[in-house]
């Protein structure tokens, strides 16, 4: 098992952008769907966003219309594009890789590898 790498987190002001990456060579001839999960202390991990390995995406409400989920045409990198960014976006994201290839899933359960993390601050 090769671990995910993310970077690309930070700190920035309400409204401010972010964009995260993550590193899924290891994995580029899996064909599994890749995610985007996010956790704060105290709370269970929320999936953020998702890609199937036919380009469908799914996001979860919270995201929608500001976050874009994509991944380069190798499927090498991974990326999360985060705008207009609010003090709740604050937590620690994570790439993930799910044991499906058509599902897009924001179920923690239905990814098997994980990044160690990347944490976003957002400041009010």
């Known amino acids: 098992q090769v671990p995910l790498v993310e970077s690309g987190g930070g700190s920035v002001q309400t409204g401010g952008s972010l964009t995260l990456s993550c590193d899924t060579s290891?994995?580029?001839?899996?064909?599994?769907?890749r995610g985007w999960f996010r956790q704060v202390p105290g709370k269970e991990r929320e999936g953020v966003a998702a890609?199937?390995?036919?380009?469908?995406?799914t996001y979860a409400e919270s995201v929608k219309g500001r976050f874009t989920i994509a991944q380069d045409n190798g499927r090498n990198t991974l990326y999360l594009q985060m705008r207009s960014l609010k003090p709740e976006d604050t937590a620690t994201y994570y790439c993930?890789?799910?044991?499906?290839?058509?599902?897009?899933?924001?179920?923690?359960?239905?990814?098997?590898?994980w990044g160690q993390g990347t944490q976003v601050s957002v400041s009010s």
């Open positions: 993930a890789l799910s044991y499906y290839s058509s599902r897009t899933s924001l179920r923690s359960v239905d990814y098997r590898y």
């Open positions: 890609i199937a390995s036919d380009g469908r995406k």
């Open positions: 290891a994995y580029t001839s899996s064909g599994y769907s």
